[in-house]
């Protein structure tokens, strides 16, 4: 056996190994983010938002960010400059939210995990997940109705 050909066995070796455990990682990530089952109650989640303002992302990507005020009350962006006031309530367990422009309910169950906070569209995880990217006592930067025009 040369040694040009050590490299070539090892890599042979473990390749299946290697996939073995990337598939496992890929598989258990969700369940990682999500470690806690258990949705937070409305009272869970107002004490872990209020007065903050989170950047969410699917997975590494930046979706959007919201602002959690007094008495339920939120903004969000879709980080375009342009915010939507709206509010929030709890319903069958979920979080609902109503805005300004949009009065369809939008319901989510939020789970705390090790890594803030994990949100599924109508807690079906087969739509769109949410995960807390950022989170800061800072408002958001909103802009003006049709500022720059």
């Known amino acids: 056996m040369t040694t040009a050909s050590i490299p070539a066995s090892i890599f042979r070796r473990c390749l299946p190994?290697?996939?073995l455990v990337s598939v496992y990682l890929l598989l258990s990530v969700p369940a990682?983010?999500?470690?806690s089952q258990t949705p937070m109650s409305a009272e869970a989640f107002?004490?872990?938002t209020r007065g903050q303002t989170f950047t969410y992302g699917t997975g590494s990507?930046?979706?959007g960010a919201e602002e959690y005020l007094d008495n339920r009350?939120?903004?969000w962006s879709f980080l375009d400059g342009r915010c939507q006031d709206g509010e929030w309530y709890e319903d069958n367990g979920m979080i609902c939210f109503v805005y300004e422009d949009n009065?369809?309910?939008q319901c989510w169950t939020f789970y705390q995990s090790s890594r803030g906070i994990v949100a599924r569209f109508e807690d079906d995880p087969t739509l769109t997940t949410l995960y807390e990217i950022t989170k800061t006592p800072e408002p958001m930067m909103c802009l003006g109705p049709e500022v720059g025009t």
Do not use: G, N
């Open 61 to 63: 990507e930046p979706y």
């Open 46 to 48: 107002d004490a872990y």
């Open 73 to 75: 009350r939120v903004r």
């Open 103 to 105: 009065p369809e309910p």
């Open 32 to 35: 990682l983010m999500a470690q």
């Open 17 to 19: 190994l290697a996939l």
